[in-house]
Nanobody, 125 residues
Framework: VQLQASGGGLVQAGGSLRLSCAAS????????VAWFRQAPGMDRKFVAG????????YSTDSVKDRFTISSDNARNTVYLQMNSLRPEDTAVYFC???????????????????WGQGTQVTVSS
């Protein structure tokens, strides 16, 4: 499956963005889909994910309180709605999909075989 991430941009602190991850094939019940982010000079880290049965997990309570991951199966698209953005949210955001991801490794990069190209999110203070 091919993934196309979009929706990044420059926003002031407190603002919102919605990222989209468009897949070339149906993902519901077939693939887990997740968002990761990589800040400058940092390792890529898990942000949020949806497993094959539709369950959602988030990396931290702070992310859970501000971000929402959702899917539109008719459009084969997974979204990451990001509200109350902070400068520390600045990063390149990647979406990923994996067909063999299970609950315990939903947050693990190595579980995902397919990656989008990344979209830059910059939050100014």
């Amino acid at each position: 499956v091919q993934l196309q991430a979009s929706g990044g941009g420059l926003v002031q602190a407190g603002g919102s963005l919605r990222l989209s991850c468009a897949a070339s094939a149906r993902t519901d019940r077939r693939y887990a889909v997740a968002w990761f982010r990589q800040a400058p000079g940092m390792d890529r880290k898990f942000v949020a994910g949806i497993n094959r049965s539709g369950g959602r997990i988030y990396s931290t309570d702070s992310v859970k309180d501000r971000f929402t991951i959702s899917s539109d199966n008719a459009r084969n698209t997974v979204y990451l709605q990001m509200n109350s953005l902070r400068p520390e949210d600045t990063a390149v955001y990647f979406c990923a999909a994996g067909s063999s991801v299970i609950g315990s490794n939903l947050a693990s990069q190595s579980a995902y075989a397919f990656w989008g190209q990344g979209t830059q999110v910059t939050v100014s203070s």
